[in-house]
Structures are given as C-alpha cells and as structure tokens.
T-cell receptor, first 115, second 115 residues
C-alpha cells in the first residue's frame, strides 16, 4: 500500500514569492490534514478536510494561505506571498476518518526555506 | 481543550539502557493518546496509541507506554535502547466530539543513544 505522497520535498524561494505544496493521501482515506512543523517543535494543524469540506481551518492564516481538496482526494496548500517566518516543514497526513482511534499517516513533508 | 507537555527536549541514554520519555497531558474529556517517532527528513510514524481499555499499550520496536489517569501521564519506555532508536519522539493527545476533536502534539523529545 502506498503511503502519503508529498511534493516537492524541498523548496527554496525568495520572500513575497508564491509557493504551492501537493499531497496525495492514502487511497480510501476520507480525512486529510495539513500541518506546519517549525524547527524544534511538534506539528501544528493548519487545516483538516473531511472529503472535500474544510471542517477545521481555524489555524490557517487566511490572508496568505489557501488550500483546496478537489474531488476529495489530492490536496494543494498555497502561500502567497511567502514571508520569512513561513520557513518550516509542511506535513500532510491522512486517516481513514476523524475520530478516536483512527491514526494519522504522515507524508515525508516539504521543507520550505524562504530567503 | 487539550494540551501535552513533554519533559526534556533532549534525552541521552547508553545503548542497552532503559529508555524513558515523559509525557503529561491535559484534557477536559476522556483522551486518546499517541506516541509518534520521526527520523531525520521523514514524516511521523506511529509507535503506539491508547484509546480505551488496557492501560498498558505495546507498540512497535519494543516500545510500550502506560496510561495513568490519576497522574495524567503517558510515558514511553523501552527496556533496552538500540542505536537505531535515535530519533525525535512526539506525544500527542486527542479528544472532543466530532468537529471539535483534534490531535495536539507536544514539542518533542530528541533521543540520543550513547555507544
């Protein structure tokens, strides 16, 4: 069974430039998560999807971040424009569904460096 | 609301010695708990989880954890450390109902194995 796929693995951009990250979850997983992991910290949830619906985007900086999950499968996270403080690892995870006992499976992440 | 505290951002043990990584949680509802491991440049991998039932949970790679409600703790142990155990370990707590249910990660503990 293929795991969660993310691309690119690494991205270096200048501040004020746009950037996009792509995630393909495990087949059949209804719930998809985007996390940001700053250096030396644990992952922090940005947005959670149940199928196509964003059910929790309370931590997503909506002035510059956007996300979509078309057809309830792949998802894209975008930052426009990027700021120096956006440098972090962006992790995508998926689970069969949301709730007690359903573990999240993580992709390898995209390491973003904003210069 | 939930929160999790991992005591010690770095822990060093000798190869063959006992591994003990501490995690305390706070939750206003019955929690479910996870331990994840992260190797360099990789995503998080589930070690073990507690949802309900038996409070001593066994996971992969010889790790286990015990849920102690009275102490609000979920410490991770392994009887004998191996060099391959060197990694970052994250404790996480979940709970809540439906859309309020989310997983909160601790800041992580980096485990160093001394030869």
């Amino acid at each position: 069974e293929a795991g969660v796929v993310q691309s690119p693995r690494y991205k270096i951009i200048e501040k004020k430039q746009p950037v996009a990250f792509w995630c393909n979850p495990i087949s059949g997983h209804n719930t998809l998560y985007w996390y940001r992991q700053n250096l030396g910290q644990g992952p922090e949830l940005l947005i959670r999807y149940e199928n196509e619906e964003a059910v929790d985007d309370s931590q997503l900086p909506k002035d510059r971040f956007s996300a979509e999950r078309l057809k309830g499968v792949d998802s894209t996270l975008k930052i426009q424009p990027a700021e120096l403080g956006d440098s972090a690892v962006y992790l995508c995870a998926s689970s069969l569904r949301q709730g007690r006992g359903y573990e999240q499976y993580f992709g390898p992440g995209t390491r973003l460096t904003v210069t | 609301a939930q929160s999790v505290t991992q005591l010690g951002s770095h822990v060093s043990v000798s190869e063959g010695a006992l591994v003990l990584l501490r995690c305390n949680y706070s939750s206003s509802v019955p929690p479910y708990l996870f331990w994840y491991v992260q190797y360099p440049n990789q995503g998080l991998q589930l070690l073990l989880k507690y949802t309900t039932g038996a409070t001593l949970v066994k996971g992969i790679n010889g790790f286990e954890a015990e849920f102690k409600k009275s102490e609000t703790s979920f410490h991770l142990t392994k009887p004998s450390a191996h060099m391959s155990d060197a990694a970052e370990y994250f404790c996480a707590v979940g709970g809540g109902m439906n859309r309020d249910d989310k997983i909160i990660f601790g800041k992580g503990t980096r485990l160093h194995i001394l030869p």
